[in-house]
């Protein structure tokens, strides 16, 4: 094995801020399966949210966060969020970072769903995520491996002790680390209509789980309300920073969709909106946001007025089609406040992970945040040797050598569509159960205890993220109440007996299936 020191795998924002908290103390090795600009967070249009404005306070970040989330969050872990995040921030920004700011040059603090107050800082507009990684690649002095993908974490005596990568041209590389940190972002790119970039298929998540981590509140998948519709097809993000602005949800024939819905109207939770439009949707209409209110759009959202352009959409009638897309995983692998999982030797963090912060439904722009307050803790914790905490440590079993299926690309669209249709921002018992009986077919426990170096890299990844969607699928079965963006027609109440009941999900629960056969 090769010696690499740490270990990143991926390279958004939530892996350079680790990176960015390692240098110059540990060798850093970055592994991403395409290139820097293929993460969801260089994609990220919305902002950051902080408690920076004179006339807020974390107290209010922290009350919006809880209630966005159905009060599922964690919340010591969301005051760590709130009370850290400004603190990151202003570090940054005294060393150079540049977010928007008004002709007198005082910080702009924009309005999103479900914040009280005006909090979210953007740099470039709408370029928020391009604009923090590029201030971040001009920091990090990491060695970054592009197109070089992760295929499994090696584990030994129940520690992760390295990787092994996988190159396009098909060399396996195995790589001895001193703690590995999964980076990966979430699976919203596992259904059809997404604003993901095509990375965040969840293969980090499954990787975890085959390694013996635990992972937990899978079933939250958020859905952005407005993604530009054409043809039926979700083509690219609106943000909401542009209903933030005075952009309206319409129906057709010019109805505001919002009124009477929520008090917050056009500004609702996501959930909320985007439940709003798939009704409208489903009785056959069409939903438009009128952004006829909107002063100076295209210098405000350069890269939405691009997209509208690439897509013949003609910004001077005013109304964009609008349909809502997969968006944001709120679970993840499970860590503490320092990243670190039920695998000693494996941190993850950002989407990736599971801390708890976003509870049932994210709060708009606490990812990049998130990101930055736990990659920050993460390097910490381990300049600083933070222990293991026993509560943490799982017996991993070790895999063996069966070598699983190969599953072939209808099959990965398939996987797609099926999600889409049957764990989308509707669901019910019936069409839970079809997703998680089909799923069931490709032998997943093969998959996870087999030999996969055979495979090529995109077998792989689609392994990978067969596991990822039916960790979906199965938690949203299980889990029987609707709560933030978990909506179960069978059952479309929340049930206090699930308040704060997380689904914790092990690779154990196969070696139960299979002694139970
Ligand atoms: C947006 O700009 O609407 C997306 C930002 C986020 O998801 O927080």
Known sequence: MKEAGIIIVGSGLA??????????????????????????????????AAALAEADDWHAHLRDT??????????????????????????????????????????????????????????????????LVEFLRRQVDARIAEGEQVIDLVIENGRCVGVK?????????????????VATGGCAGLYALTSNAPTAVGD???????????????????????????????????SEAVRGEGAVLETEDGRRLMEGVHPLGDLAPRDVVARAIAAELD??????????????????????????????????????????????????????????????GLYAVGEAACTGVHGANRLASNSLLEAIVFGNRVAQAIRRGIAWPEAMRQAVRRPDCRRPFAPSLPERTRLCERLSTEVGIVRDGERLRAAVGWLEQFSLSDWLDGDIEPLTAEQIETGYMLIAGWLVASSALRRRESRGIHYRSDVPYEDRAWQGRRLVRTREEWAWQAAGR
């Open 283 to 344: 009785r056959g209409g069409r939903v438009v946001l009128n952004i006829a209110a909107v002063s100076n759009f295209r210098r405000r959202f350069p890269t939405i007025a691009a997209l509208c352009d690439a897509h013949g959409v003609r910004l001077e009638d005013g109304r964009l089609p609008v349909v809502p897309g997969a968006h944001f995983l709120m679970g993840g692998i499970v860590v503490n406040e320092w990243g670190q999982t039920t695998v000693p």
């Open 204 to 238: 980090g998540i499954a990787m975890a789980y085959r390694a013996g981590a635990a992972v937990a509140d899978m079933e939250f998948v958020q859905f952005h309300p407005t993604m530009l519709a054409v043809d039926g097809k979700a083509v690219g993000l609106i």
């Open 15 to 48: 892996a350079l801020t680790a990176a960015y908290g390692l240098q110059r103390q540990r060798n850093v090795t970055i592994f991403t399966k395409k290139g820097l600009t293929d993460s969801n967070s260089w994609r990220a249009q919305g902002g950051v």
């Open 66 to 131: 809880m209630a966005a989330g159905r009060f599922h969050n964690d919340e010591r872990m969301v005051e760590l969020l709130v009370r850290e995040g400004p603190q990151r921030l202003q570090a940054w920004i005294s060393a150079g970072l540049e977010f928007d700011r008004d002709e007198s040059g005082r910080l702009c603090f924009g309005l999103e769903g479900g914040h009280s107050r005006r909090r979210i800082l953007h740099a470039g507009g709408d370029r928020t995520g391009r604009a």
């Open 165 to 181: 990568t996988k190159r396009s041209d098909g060399v396996v590389s195995a790589w001895a680390a001193e703690a590995v940190i």
